[in-house]
């Protein structure tokens, strides 16, 4: 299906359907009879309410289409990655949804409140940790927490609970008399992820939070995440172009390119439906390994042979493009087990969530 | 001392100050905490103690043998408070400066802007954070005033006079520096205003520094006139300081929430506080110093009308749409509305706020002079129509002809202009106004010139051509009452007329959104056709952030 398609069916199909969202403690009525409109495949049972709802979301930059219809849900507990090459609209949605700009058409909602209409109920629902950060000279851990504590008005004790609270959840007690600005990258990470659970907000907005952690630092965030959805219930909303990081950490995805979504659905449904695609398609690249020195020859070979489109020889490897049916394939196969050959190996390219992304972005740069 | 002594000692200082920091602005805490470990201040504070330690020093030394029985309190005095002024009017208004843009330039900003905390917080806990040093400062000097006291001829009343209007200065100054902190985001425009500004709180503090000097020695009567003064400088520097609160509190406010109301409110009651004072005074005084005939009343109308152009010029050029939470957010009651509607953003509306107390001007102008025969009891009080042939009355209303004339022309062509370029800008708007107005004033001469008028004069008497020149052509109607002044008038009243007809349906067009707003459904459904709509509007008006 491609993207228009895909807007098209929600745009009827999601038409009045989120009903009058008043409060969190509201009963989820409004969202009965809600379809599909995009990744609550994720064995989320449709009852309940959305905490982050963007719909047709539209932001231009004059004639730069940064945001052109993006939508989809997430539900509680739920962490959906927001995936797109650099420029693809991930910042500017994201911005959206913590309320720091408009859109130009369509709405969001978090926790049922309209980022345009309702801003303040928006601001105390959402967490939002921007992919750079200033950092205050002359300021400490527990300083800077305190602050933000202080700033989202908790007072007298709640304050110095949630600041624990945070303190613990973070590991970043024994730091907490450290001046911020020379806190090491993984570390101001946790203190900025610390200070979006300042205020316990139930949506957390994470603008590339694993850039330039190491793999032991990445590690440590994604445990952190997956205590904060599925302990905590958080929904979490997370970018990164870190494709392989994002199986782990999410449960569903969002792939957008050049402001549209390509792709939406759970990891396992986006990862599935690309290799049906890629089974059904008749583009198919192959690599064979054949023993020392008979690589440039089957090379030959093989573009001599009927749908092959064209070989490719890395050492005693040959990759090649084959666009023949099943049958073809097995012809193909057949003929090269009786030449003279002596082939070691024969596959098709492994699919990794990187190849399906590879596949379904396209590169398009605007 | 251990680390972890330390520690455990600044956790038990933080649990005790948590129990009464709550009600603290955060801002103030989180200065006071930084600027606790920061290198400026703390040299700041020791090079103040130093500077006393050797103005004491030495000044003992000078005057030793002289000390006993000469008034050399004086001298310490200036001294030390030279040592004061410097920080007060250079270092803490620089530091609030620096402060406010750093805090924007560090992406810090963002981040407490969608926080809880409001933008007038944010100023205000910035002020409060230069007034607590500005008192840390007085703490340090007080002891050695305290010191100068035990001298010769140390005079309290003065040293007081003084020492408060020094820290309302400091604060003024200081209000001043966050506003412009705020403006203007380009680098080359900002390395600009820090030197523009580092030059201004220099002059600031010699002034100071010298008008000190003044009436330590004894330069200022206090008298109640002194006093009367003082309370007037007070009341204008507290309207602007007012003022200029609002306009850095907008300067930090999301551009779809409601940025001039503040702004227009404070400007005018600046308006209504400048005419209660003038009708105050001239009641105290006309027995006195003023007549009826003076020209008492016509200046306050020239200095009202001056305020409303300086307002125009900012109000006329806004953007018209109101946004959706500006919709919302309007009261349910018409009356409020009614009352609100010209303080609203939005070009139109500002015109019509600012024509309103213009011509509001003509009538509080002619009651203050007959308030002042009044008050003087002169017998032959004047008759309306008396009030309104007088020459000066003639040359205010041409001044208000003049003002709606540019201030309207300016807000057509910036409607103009945002409707044939929607991505125009309220700056765009304001520099065509400005290069209309400049264009109007040089013309005639270039006219003049090019057909030779000017060859053979010696003296350069104005020509009828120059009455699109307000500049010449208020001249000319102020000193003098003839044909050609009568004309003047007539234009000017005239072109003022026409201008406003032409803004008329603007005008209501802009109340009317006001009164009678298009409130946005907040929970509507929304379905695609809303979507389709709303990029239709975005596609023709250019605006790409919605608005409504
Ligand atoms: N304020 C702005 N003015 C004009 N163009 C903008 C603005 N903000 C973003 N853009 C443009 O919008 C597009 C999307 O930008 P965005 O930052 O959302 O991408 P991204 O997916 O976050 O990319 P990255 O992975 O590099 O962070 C880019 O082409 C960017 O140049
Ligand atoms: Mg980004």
Redesign the interface.
Known sequence: MSSTELDKSR??S?????????DSASPATAINGHPNPGIDAAGTTPERKPMIEV??L?????KLKAVN?VSFTAYPGQVVGFIGPNGSGKTTTMRIL??????????AFVNGY?V?????KV??A?G?M?D????????DV??YL???A????L??QK??DALDRVLIFTELRKMA?KPINTLSKGMSQRLGLG?VLI?DPPVLILDEPAAGLDPRARVELRELIAVLSTELGKTILISSHILTELGEICDSAVIIEAGQVLASGTIKDINDKHLKDLADSKNILFITRVLNGQAEALATWLLEQPFVLDANVASELVRFRFEGDVHAQHDLLKRMINSKFEIIEFQRKAETLEDAFMAITKGIVQ | MSTAEKTSRIDLALQRMNAYSDWINPIVIKEVRQSLKSKLFVTTFMLSLAACWAISVIGIMFFWNVIEYSPVSLQFFICYYWVLAFALFVVIPFGAFGSLQTERDQNTFEILQITTLQPSQIVTGKLASAMLQAIILYAVIAPFIAFSSLLQGFDLLRVSYEMTISLAICMGASMCCLMLSTLGKQKNFRTLMVLFLLGGLVSLFSSQASFAAYVMAGGADFDTEFYLWNLLFFLGGLSYFFLFHQITVAQLTFEAENRSFGIRVIATAQFYLLWICMYAISIMYASTMLRYSDDYAWSCAVISNFHWAIVGFFAVTEAEPLSRRIRRDLPKSFWKRWLMVSFLPGGSRGFFLVTKHLLLTIPLMLGLQYVTGLAAGETNLPTLSGLLSEHKTESSIAQIGYIIFFLGMGRLITAGMMKAAPSTRPAHGRVVMLITTLMCVLSPYLILWLVGYYENRMTLDYHPLMVINPVESLRYINDNDDAMSRLIFSFAVLAGGIVLLANLPGTLRGLRQGLWPERPDPYRALDYSTVREQLQRAEETGVTAVMG
Do not use: C, Q, W
């Not at chain 1, 913590?98 to 859109?103: F, G, K, N, R, V």
């Open positions: 745009a009827t999601s038409a009045s359907t989120v009903g009058a969202p008043t719909r047709h539209h932001r231009f930059f004059g219809n913590a309320t720091l700009d408009l859109p130009t058409a369509g709405d309209s345009i209409d309702d801003p303040d601001r105390h959402v939002f921007p750079a950060f200033g950092r205050y000279p002359n300021m527990v300083e305190d602050f933000f202080r700033a989202y008005g007072r007298g304050r110095l008399h200070r205020h």
